[in-house]
């Protein structure tokens, strides 16, 4: 098992630019969710899925978007960039909610 | 909104010494807390949890302890070493049941000296 994938590793953009962040699971994880995480801030929750075709925001939703239309896909959508959404972005999974979070290696991310 | 509290910020200890490294959380509901290690450069990886149906859970160097009555729970590393050097970011969830997502506190440096 792969576990839990995301590309790219490094992204920097412009302000404005819209990308999206690939995160992909091969462990049949019903939930999986994307964080991000800033100096002395901790791991924060921007939107999480409880199964394909159900999303829901988290604690930190402004300026992201997300959809779920496989088991094994999340990929979350930056739609115009600013340098606040600087920060490193992990996507996790599990089978059930928050317990047992497997984490990705991460995409950092650059908005210049 | 709910909050996890982490201190210290920041910790080191000699080898072979212990480090403990508490939290509160203010969401009552909440019945799952989890402790995740994060070296630099990593991933955050779950290194032990505990539910509120118990009060103590050990798995070898590592302990967490829970007062479920106080909403605090600490984490115990006894005999470290410097590969314990790390992020340590404790985790409480939201809302209850098994659905419920998590928040984390804003992590410990844990800094092992040889």
């Known amino acids: 098992n792969a576990g839990v994938t995301q590309t790219p590793k490094f992204q920097v953009l412009k302000t404005g630019q819209s990308m999206t962040l690939q995160c992909a699971q091969d462990?049949?994880?019903?939930?999986m969710s994307w964080y991000r995480q800033d100096p002395g801030m901790g791991l924060r929750l921007i939107h999480y899925s409880v199964g394909a075709g159900i999303t829901d925001q988290g604690e930190v939703p402004n300026g992201y978007n997300v959809s779920r239309s496989t088991t094994e896909d999340f990929p979350l959508r930056l739609l115009s960039a600013a340098p606040s959404q600087t920060s490193v972005y992990f996507c996790a999974s599990s089978y059930s909610g928050g317990e047992k979070l497997f984490f990705g290696s991460g995409t950092q991310l650059s908005v210049l | 909104g709910e909050n996890v509290e982490q201190h210290p910020s920041t910790l080191s200890v000699q080898e072979g010494d212990s480090a403990v490294i508490k939290c509160t959380y203010s969401d009552s509901a909440s019945n799952y807390f989890p402790w995740y290690k994060q070296e630099l450069g990593k991933r955050p990886q779950l290194i032990i949890d505990i539910r509120s149906n118990v009060g103590e859970k050990k798995d070898q160097r590592i302990a967490v302890t829970l007062n479920k009555t106080a909403k605090h729970f600490s984490l115990h590393i006894t005999e470290t070493q410097p590969e314990d050097s790390a992020v340590y970011f404790c985790a409480a969830s939201v809302g209850g049941g098994s659905q419920g997502n998590l928040i984390f506190g804003k992590g410990t440096k844990l800094s092992v000296k040889p």
């Open positions: 462990m049949n994880h019903e939930y």
